[in-house]
């Protein structure tokens, strides 16, 4: 292994010695470019990787956290202005869990916990502050617990107490909300806000909670006129059935219609008057005596009829009556009965409900069908794309009266109370989208045009790069040059007898490729020497007849000689 180093070694060296001074330079520079891009790259894979610890944080809530992490020798990062801590990513749920078991409160929300330290001799002054502000504080906890807010303040309007009624005021409050982005508060929930704040507070209305957002927009509707209260909700309960009854009506329809073809709009009129009753019922079949009183009176009186001289005399009891006169008869026969009775009574009474439908009127306009359009011969027509041709065809009336027949049972329409059901039949307008669509098609040809322009300018870019200056770069550095190979061939008859005597070229293995061991060296060197004399010889033709004419005068002359 160490012979295998050490030959290694030894082959570099020698490459490097064998290059001149600027392919030495450029061979430096590329390995100092290649040392810097590995090591870029292992800087940027062993950088640490911080994650958000806090986001959307005051001022106060960043410098507290900041000082925890400090005293806790934990690398950290600020952003967004101080508003967000990130820390190491392995670090991110420890020091979570680490804030929440100091008791960290966010925005200097202290509530209760403020009576958990109190100093001796503390005034009654204080005492109450402290209260209001534990108050406002577990208020604040609370109301961050609503789905969508982030932070919230609060703000009590604690009036003193007074002995007089007169002068008594009813406690108030304001909150500002800030919520999450993207999300809009709806009425019900800001009502809800409302309600519990006023709910906490001995003597607070609803309608004494302003609440704001964080732009100061004032998100409550604060009317402390009951009157003006209970026509909004009447209002907003009237809005709320039409919209159901619509729906109700469309959903109906566009079974049978089809989606989209069918628009109803419902006017409800409500009655609110409230209203009680009393009834009351008798049952004379089964009736009972309770007490019974008679009383009967029997009485028979005979007396003569007036007679004689008209006076007191004549009219005296007991005078015998004349003969012939008539007597006068006074028969009583009285019979007077007193009963009472226990009659069975019903007593009923019933309040109406203060909402109650006065009447109704329902409007629905409906779409016509599409019909295909039949040729001569009884198929249907289709146009150049194959799509059925169609035509607009109105729903009849007895359709109509179907679809009206459904409506008013779905709904229960009553014409005694004046309830109204209208259905025409209409044609609906479309819109035309082509240009909507042709403007969209350009748009997305843009961008198609300037992705394809881009990645080819990328892809252009890196093959010239390539091209231009890694490859010469390669050949420049790695190419065996002519001149390399012109000092190894014979410039004088002493070299090119000394190669004669050879038959190789001294130092022409290190210019030459690896080549596999099956083919001969020497053949493929006295291949190369051949064409290369040939080149010089048709470059330079005289300059070759000189060297072959001094060639063969000097073997002559050693012949001679010899």
């Known amino acids: 292994m160490n012979n295998f180093f050490s030959q290694t070694v030894q082959n570099f060296v020698d490459f490097f010695k064998s290059l001149d001074m600027t392919r030495r330079i450029g061979l430096i520079a590329v390995a100092g470019l290649l040392l810097a891009s590995m090591t870029g790259i292992v800087v940027w894979s062993s950088k640490t990787d911080y994650k958000v ?48 078991k100091k008791g960290v409160n966010f925005t200097g929300t202290v509530g209760y916990e403020v009576f958990d330290k109190q100093a001796f001799g503390t005034t009654s002054f204080v005492q109450k502050i402290n209260k209001q502000r534990a108050l406002e504080g577990e208020l604040v906890k609370t109301i961050m617990h609503i789905k969508g807010v982030t932070r919230a303040r609060i703000h009590l309007s604690i009036p003193e107490h007074s002995p007089f009624v007169s002068e008594r005021k ?49 998100l409550s509707e604060n009317d402390g006129d009951n009157m003006s209260t209970e026509t909004a909700n009447r209002i907003a309960l009237e809005t709320k059935l039409n919209s159901q009854y619509e729906k109700k009506v469309e959903e109906i329809l566009s079974r049978v219609i089809g989606e989209g073809k069918v628009i109803a709009k419902v006017a409800i009129k409500m009655d609110f008057t409230e209203k009680v009753e009393t009834q009351t019922t008798y049952d004379s079949e089964n009736a009972a005596v309770v007490s019974e009183v008679r009383n009967e009176q029997k009485m028979v009186g005979v007396r003569p009829s007036p007679q004689g001289i008209p006076g007191a005399r004549s009219n005296l009891p007991g005078e015998a009556p004349q003969p012939g006169i008539p007597e006068t008869r006074n028969d009583v026969d009285k019979s007077l009965v007193t009963r009472n009775m226990a009659v069975p009574t019903i007593v009923t009474k019933s309040k109406k409900p203060t909402a109650e439908i006065s009447n109704m009127s329902v409007a629905v306009m409906v779409d016509g069908k599409k019909v295909p359009v039949m040729a001569k ?175 063969i005068h000097a073997a002559d002359t050693n012949k001679e000689i010899a």
């Open 170 to 218: 009813p406690p108030s409050a304001s909150v500002v909300l800030d919520v999450e982005r993207g999300v809009t508060m709806t009425g019900d929930e800001i009502k809800g806000i409302q309600s519990l704040v006023s709910s906490s507070v001995d003597g607070m209305r609803s309608h004494n909670v302003v609440v704001i957002d964080s732009r100061g927009k004032k």
């Open 377 to 551: 011969d009884g198929t249907p027509m289709v146009n150049e794309d194959g799509i059925p041709v169609t035509k607009y065809q109105a729903w009849t009336e007895e359709e109509l009266q179907n679809f009206q027949a459904i409506v008013g049972s779905a709904l229960g329409i009553n014409q005694t109370r004046g309830d109204k059901l209208v259905i025409k039949n209409m044609e609906f307008a479309k819109e035309d989208l082509s240009e909507m669509e042709a403007i969209m098609r350009a748009r997305e040809n843009r961008e198609l045009m300037k992705n394809i322009t881009k990645y080819l300018m990328i892809g252009a870019i890196i093959s010239l790069f390539f091209f231009m200056v890694v490859r010469p770069f390669i050949q420049w550095l790695t190419e065996n040059s002519v001149e390399s190979i012109e000092d190894f061939l014979p410039k004088t008859i002493e070299e090119l007898e000394k190669i004669q005597a050879n038959q190789r070229l001294p130092g022409l293995e290190d210019v030459l490729p690896s080549i596999e061991d099956k083919l001969n060296p020497e053949k493929i060197e006295g291949n190369m020497l051949r064409e290369k004399i040939i080149s010089l010889v048709e470059q330079n033709p005289g300059k070759a007849a000189q060297v072959v004419h001094e060639m």
């Open 53 to 100: 610890l806090y986001t959307d944080l005051t001022k106060d809530d960043s410098a507290v956290i900041a000082r925890m992490l400090e005293e806790g020798k934990i690398n950290y990062q600020v952003a967004d202005d101080g508003k967000t801590i990130k820390v190491p990513e392995d670090q991110v749920e420890i020091w979570r869990l680490e804030i929440a």
